[in-house]
């Protein structure tokens, strides 16, 4: 089967090839049009350190008709009662356009030649000296010459800056039926997905979430082409990257970017008079979840567990 992806690609603009550092050919930033502080809060932060870095004007998902969705989707029947994200009725838009940026970028850095590329995104944040990443670049290439993903930290920071661990992943996970995680690929049990293995200060991941700053290899860009001229967009592609076949992912132990807090774009709507109503929501729903809870333990899950069918 061959996708329609390609189609939805945009055009990449490389000013400069020159990254500034050793063994990367070129770093991109991922950046809607309608958050110019981002870019600038990023690029004055990557100046400091000398490097070289290209903004990429982000797919704003969130202008993608219904045409466009329906093309790109691959949606859950839903026929055991479970949808997953392509549910046409749940999943976010903004997840979308981030899929299909990072894939432009990646398409682009591939016909380039480029050997390894730095993609970041513009919520990103730098807790140490980026300059030492040559060095993990070379040793993670002695370790294992077939890398493919290499983050630049070991777990998604989220928008509050806390730390999603195993134990929530794990969780998270037994919440989707066998089979669910990727309708077509081949099944593989949590176990698999949360196995991790360290050696040295790289830990080699088999999931996580999270895609605000990563580097590919040209191997690694290769396998990302392949697959999704194959497969269509079904879940956000920081978890789709985990369902590629023999995709070889790595993670330092000691972060050098995160995520401290930000606004995510993917979850919400950029437009701006949108967000006094998200927040008073917000704290609507802060105030009256103490008095929502006794109520859905009481009343509203005895009849879910009651009524929910048995497998």
């Known amino acids: 089967?061959?996708?329609?992806?390609?189609?939805?690609?945009?055009?990449?603009?490389?000013?400069?090839?020159?990254?500034?550092?050793?063994?990367?050919?070129?770093?991109?930033?991922?950046n809607l049009e309608k958050c110019p502080q981002k870019w600038q809060r990023v690029k004055s932060i990557c100046d400091g350190f000398g490097l070289k870095i290209n903004r990429f004007n982000a797919i704003n998902g969130w202008k993608l008709n219904r045409r466009a969705i329906d093309d790109l989707c691959q949606y859950d029947d839903g026929k055991d009662g479970y949808k997953f994200f392509s549910d046409q009725r749940s999943f976010s838009k903004g997840h979308l356009g981030c899929f299909l940026s990072?894939?432009?970028?990646?398409?682009?850095?591939?016909?380039?030649?480029?050997?390894?590329i730095w993609t970041m995104e513009d919520d990103v944040d730098f807790f140490q000296d980026v300059k030492i990443l040559p060095n993990f670049i070379s040793d993670l290439t002695r370790l294992d010459p077939e890398w493919d993903i290499f983050y630049t930290d070991l777990e998604w920071g989220g928008n509050t800056g806390s730390k999603a661990s195993l134990d929530f992943v794990s969780s998270w996970l037994k919440t989707i039926p066998p089979g669910r995680l990727r309708p077509g690929q081949p099944r593989k049990d949590i176990a698999h997905f949360l196995q991790r293995t360290t050696f040295g200060p790289f830990v080699k991941i088999h999931y996580r979430w999270g895609t605000h700053s990563l580097l590919f290899s040209r191997k690694g860009m290769k396998k990302i082409i392949d697959y999704f001229n194959q497969y269509r967009y079904y879940v956000s592609i920081d978890i789709d990257f985990h369902f590629i076949p023999d995709m070889r992912e790595y993670a330092l132990q000691?972060?050098?970017?995160?995520?401290?807090?930000?606004?995510?774009?993917?979850?919400?709507?950029?437009?701006?008079?949108?967000?006094?109503?998200?927040?008073?929501?917000?704290?609507?729903?802060?105030?009256?979840?103490?008095?929502?809870?006794?109520?859905?333990?009481?009343?509203?899950?005895?009849?879910?567990?009651?009524?929910?069918?048995?497998?």
Not at 3 to 24: C, F, I, R
Not at 254 to 276: A, C, M
Not at 286 to 308: A, C, E
């Open 102 to 116: 990072h894939l432009s970028i990646i398409h682009d850095a591939y016909q380039r030649g480029f050997q390894v």
């Open 254 to 311: 000691e972060d050098v970017t995160g995520i401290k807090k930000s606004e995510s774009n993917t979850s919400y709507s950029p437009s701006p008079w949108k967000r006094p109503f998200r927040k008073a929501g917000t704290i609507i729903l802060t105030l009256v979840k103490p008095f929502l809870r006794p109520i859905y333990r009481k009343w509203v899950k005895p009849l879910v567990k009651k009524y929910t069918p048995r497998r």
């Open 1 to 30: 089967m061959v996708t329609n992806v390609k189609k939805y690609l945009s055009p990449v603009q490389v000013e400069t090839k020159e990254s500034g550092l050793p063994l990367v050919d070129c770093i991109y930033l991922i």
